[in-house]
């Protein structure tokens, strides 16, 4: 009952300053909101200068469009996520040299030709090196910013694995239908090592064209059937990574409709990005974080105590050094908790945030977290003597926990792998853990999330003994 009499008075003390309460609330939204805003949407952006004149060969009805726009399909249906802009080669260059962008693929007037004439035979085109595909050798280029190297990387690397997916089938459907054709016969018929029975066959007069070519279906057939996880005719990634019984469906996008799938950068662009997935981490970073900030709320709180002589009255009265402790530390964790749900609720309506399916363990990441910032709280409190004190201790400590646990920067993944070892011996870390698990999967590991509650506890159970051990009443 004296616990709650001394947290009454400290909670009106605390609620009394409104404008303060309001800034304590509203200060993380802000970090949130210009973050979201300065960072752009989460979304990988390909610029695109098509200059194909789509002169290219075909076999039977395939391919159906210029190889500059079966890249485009390709691209957006397997990664719908990523934006794709058209520009000209002159826009492109400019915003390279500006550094508003940091590449772009540009496919020159022959990329169609020089794509339709790979082939594994000796007369084709050989696309590929070391490196993946060769873009010069398809009338290709990749312009990059080289202040810019990461990104660019990240560019090419998309564009690469969609030369892979659209060049590949088609070299390997092509060779597997020269199999039945009569020049591979007739090849075939000049090996030394097949039976003489087979060679006898290839090389008589009496062999019909139509008894030939009944070989060569055969030995596609056979070939086929010893693959038959895979559609060998198959001259796209989708028809060739199924059976060939299976009924391929190429979906129908926007190409075929006659719609453009190429955009600007402006479409679809909202201020704020509500709903993106940076907003799953950078949410619970600053709400770690700024429940950490109260450091400096119960530092103030105790060094004005002392000042007025309050604390000396109550080594006076007949309480023990934890009673006090309790009673300080009962209000501001109450605050935490508030301030801890009520940001959370604030990602939800303002950023579009998901929370999960987990809404218990969500609470109890937060009231774990507000535990160990309250015990690093009274930590603080106890060792500081002045307002100048509270000031630099509660500070400096809050930032560099906040540093060295990835908070400040939104994101801890981006940290490298000796930050994140020297992270875990901050409390901050084990929050963002239980957090990421939370919000980040769509199946969270619970056994994860209840240790690093079970962790934060602990955190703020040894803050509270360090700070009872270094409380002075005077």
């Known amino acids: 009952m004296v616990i709650w009499t001394l947290a009454k008075?400290?909670?009106?003390?605390?609620?009394?300053?409104?404008?303060?309460?309001?800034?304590?609330?509203?200060?993380p939204i802000l970090f949130i909101l210009v973050l979201g805003v300065a960072l752009g949407k989460d979304q990988l952006r390909i610029t695109l200068v098509d200059l194909d004149q789509g002169d290219y060969l075909r076999s039977g009805d395939f391919p159906p469009e210029k190889w500059s726009q079966m890249f485009l399909r390709d691209l957006k249906q397997t990664a719908p996520d990523i934006e794709v802009e058209a520009l000209t080669l002159d826009q492109a260059k400019q915003k390279i040299d500006t550094r508003k962008?940091?590449?772009?693929?540009?496919?020159?007037?022959?990329f169609s030709k020089r794509v339709s004439q790979c082939s594994f035979l000796q007369d084709g085109i050989n696309p590929f090196n070391r490196n993946?595909?060769?873009?010069?050798?398809l009338d290709a280029e990749l312009l990059r910013d080289e202040t810019q190297g990461t990104a660019a990387a990240i560019i090419e690397q998309a564009a690469q694995v969609t030369l892979l997916r659209i060049i590949l089938p088609w070299m390997i459907g092509r060779a597997f239908e020269k199999i039945g054709d009569p020049s591979f016969l007739d090849l075939l018929a000049e090996e030394k090592d097949i039976p003489g029975v087979v060679k006898t066959f290839l090389n008589?007069?009496?062999?019909?064209?139509?008894?030939?070519?009944?070989?060569?279906?055969g030995l596609q057939n056979a070939i086929q059937g010893l693959f038959s996880k895979y559609n060998l005719m198959g001259k796209t990634w989708e028809t060739l990574t199924q059976p060939k019984n299976a009924k391929a469906s190429i979906a129908k996008n926007s190409v075929e409709n006659g719609k453009d799938e190429l955009s600007t950068p402006a479409e679809n662009a909202s201020f704020l990005n509500r709903g993106d997935l940076r907003y799953q981490s950078l949410v619970p970073s600053y709400t770690v974080m700024f429940a950490f900030f109260l450091v400096l709320t119960v530092g103030w709180l105790f060094v004005a105590?002392?000042?007025?002589?309050?604390?000396?009255?109550?080594?006076?009265?007949?309480?023990?050094?934890?009673?006090?402790?309790?009673?300080?530390?009962?209000?501001?964790?109450?605050l935490s908790v508030a301030q801890g749900f009520f940001l959370l609720a604030a990602g939800k309506v303002v950023f579009d945030m998901r929370l999960g399916n987990q809404p218990f363990w969500l609470a109890a990441v937060v009231i774990s977290t507000s535990v160990a910032a309250m015990g690093l709280s009274l930590l603080v409190a106890s060792l500081a003597r002045t307002e100048a004190q509270v000031a630099i201790y509660g500070t400096l400590l809050v930032l560099v926990l906040a540093g060295i646990s990835g908070c400040l920067m939104g994101?801890?993944?981006?940290?490298?792998?000796?930050m994140k070892l020297l992270s875990r011996f901050t409390p901050h870390a084990w929050a963002m853990d239980a957090y990421s698990q939370l919000l980040l999967r769509p199946e969270p590991n619970l056994l994860l999330v209840g240790e690093a509650c079970g962790v934060l506890v602990l955190f703020g159970a040894a803050f509270v003994g360090l700070a009872w051990w270094a409380l002075r009443l005077d």
């Open 9 to 27: 008075k400290d909670l009106r003390l605390l609620l009394g300053d409104r404008r303060a309460v309001v800034i304590l609330l509203a200060m």
């Open 101 to 110: 962008r940091a590449a772009a693929l540009v496919f020159g007037p022959e």
């Open 132 to 137: 993946g595909v060769n873009l010069a050798m």
């Open 204 to 217: 008589s007069p009496l062999a019909t064209p139509s008894q030939k070519q009944a070989l060569g279906t």
């Open 305 to 334: 105590e002392r000042r007025q002589g309050t604390l000396k009255r109550l080594r006076a009265a007949p309480l023990s050094r934890a009673e006090i402790l309790l009673g300080k530390m009962v209000p501001c964790f109450l």
């Open 411 to 418: 994101d801890p993944e981006l940290m490298p792998e000796r």
